[in-house]
């Protein structure tokens, strides 16, 4: 499976665009990237997924490189909720049956009031 | 909208004993999973089900089954706990199996085997 690396940690203000990098040199066209957060104590949350086009939803936006050996996920307004280690996942497209996600290590986002 | 429940929300086993994790979701999703959290080992996979009446083997199985009689409950069970087993489960859920679906998690299962 292609691997992706992101910084370890990464603060930001409350109220200011958080921009958390994500790269995946290995990728193969046909591989998804989502993007998870996992709050203190609880669940993996999904947050953004796409394929090759940027994507907006009322959570976040993902910036993919046009050669997708990138991508950011940018969050527009950070709150303090946003606090998270964000996960950066390439989901192959396959034909097999396991659809398994593949968490990494993350990155910690530490937001300041 | 309830989402995915997961019961007991933390436990404390006796080595040897049998324990069943309860999963239900309420989405009508096709695809179900069973994941366990080790701190420095990230998620991993432990069984899943694509569709009510199947299931396959994840990452590690070992020590674990699994069921899937209807679409809305997928129960782990624990035949003989060992503290190796001790864990947070996760259970999780997307509408269908394939890769560009999100999976939904529930809150977890926290699992002490002493």
């Known amino acids: 499976d292609a691997k992706t690396t992101q910084p370890n940690s990464m603060e930001s203000n409350e109220e200011e665009p958080v921009h958390l990098p994500c790269n995946h040199s290995?990728?193969?066209?046909?591989?998804?990237i989502h993007w998870y957060r996992q709050l203190p104590s609880q669940g993996p949350e999904y947050v953004i997924h796409?394929?090759?086009s940027n994507v907006n939803n009322r959570m976040a936006s993902l910036a993919i490189a046009e050669d997708r050996k990138s991508s950011t996920l940018i969050l527009h307004r950070a709150t303090l909720r946003d606090a998270a280690v964000y996960y950066c996942?390439?989901?192959?497209?396959?034909?097999?049956?396991?659809?398994?996600?593949?968490f990494g290590k993350g990155t910690l986002l530490t937001v300041n009031p | 909208i309830a989402g995915i429940t997961q019961a007991p929300t933390s436990q404390i086993l006796a080595a040897g004993r049998r324990m069943t994790l309860r999963c239900t979701q309420d989405?009508?999703?096709?695809?179900m999973y069973w994941y366990r959290q080790d701190l420095g080992l990230g998620l991993r996979l432990i069984h899943y089900?694509?569709?009510?009446?199947?299931?396959g083997k994840g990452e590690v199985p070992d020590g674990y089954s699994v069921s899937r009689a209807n679409t809305d409950d997928f129960p782990l069970t624990l035949a003989s706990a060992v503290p190796s087993q001790t864990s947070v489960y996760f259970c999780?859920?997307?509408?269908?199996?394939?890769?560009?679906?999100?999976?939904?998690f529930g809150p977890g299962t926290r699992l002490t085997v002493t």
């Open positions: 989405m009508r999703h096709n695809a």
């Open positions: 290995t990728i193969s066209g046909t591989d998804y």
């Open positions: 796409g394929l090759t």
């Open positions: 996942i390439l989901r192959p497209y396959s034909g097999g049956s396991n659809y398994k996600l593949t």
């Open positions: 999780a859920s997307s509408a269908e199996p394939g890769s560009s679906y999100e999976q939904y």
């Open positions: 089900s694509n569709t009510a009446g199947t299931t």
